[in-house]
C-alpha cells in the first residue's frame, strides 16, 4: 500500500479558509513544545482574536493545568480532561463547568484513583503524569513528557484502563483515562453551544491538531490541519487530517492562522 500522503496546506484553497468562521485547536504540541505555548502561536492567537475570529481550544491536559491559560490566552474557552471540564475566563477570574454533576463526578473520582494504582503496580515503569494534582475528571499515565514507555507499554496501560471500565486515549505525552462519554468531539460542540450560543457546524470551523487523540476531531471537521510533527504518529493514524503545515507546533499553528486571516483579507 502507499504511504497515505498529507496535503500540505499551501494547497488549500483560500475560498474554503475564507468560509471557516473560527478555529478549534488542540495545545500540546500544537501550540506548544515542552508544555509551554511558543512565543509564535500566542502571537498568532492574538492576530487572530485582533481580527474576530473566536478560538476554542480542546485538551487532554488538566482542569488545574489549564486554568492560568484561559485566563491568559486570548481564548473564548479551554476545554481540559478531553471534554470532561470547560474554563473561561469572567470577569477577572475563570469559570469552570463540568459535563457531568458533583455525585457522579465524586463516584468516578474513586474508581479513577482505583484504576491508576492498579496501572502503576501491572505495568513496570509506568508512572502518573506530573499534572495529575490537577486533574478532576480524568487520570494520565505519562509516556513520552518526562518517562519513556514504548509501544507495547503504552498498548497495555490504554488496556487496562479499558478493562477497569474506562475510556483511554494516548495523546503525544500521556494515555488518558476518563469514565463517561465525553471526548473531545463532545467537548468542541458543548463549548460552541455555551460561548456561541449556537450549535457547532463542522464547516464552519478549523481544527487544529498534532497527535492520535486528535483523530475524532479529523474525522468530524472537513477543514482539520495538523502541524507538521504529525509526521511521528501517521503510522498509527486510522484518520488522517485534511492538510499539513509546512512547520512545525506554534509555528504551525502560526501558518495555518495566517492563512486563514489572508484569506479573510483578500475578501
Ligand atoms: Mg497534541
Redesign the pocket.
Known sequence: MPEPRLRPLAELVPARLRAARGVLT?I???LTRDGAIEPVALAALQRLHAQGVPVIAITGRPSGWSEPFAAAWPVLAIVAENGGVMLRAASGRVERDYTQDDETRQRNYARLQACARAVLEAVPGARLAADSAGRLTDIAVDHSEFAHLDARRIAEVAALMRAHGLNATV??IHVNGWIGAHTKWSGAQWAVQRCLGTPLQPAEWVYA???TN?QEMFEHIPLSVAVANIARFVPQLTVLPAFVTHAERGAGFAELADAMLAARAAQ
Do not use: E, K, L, Q
Request: avoid cysteine; aromatic fraction near 0%.
Open positions: 488542540d500540546d504540541d500544537t495523546s503525544s491538531g498534532d497527535s486528535d
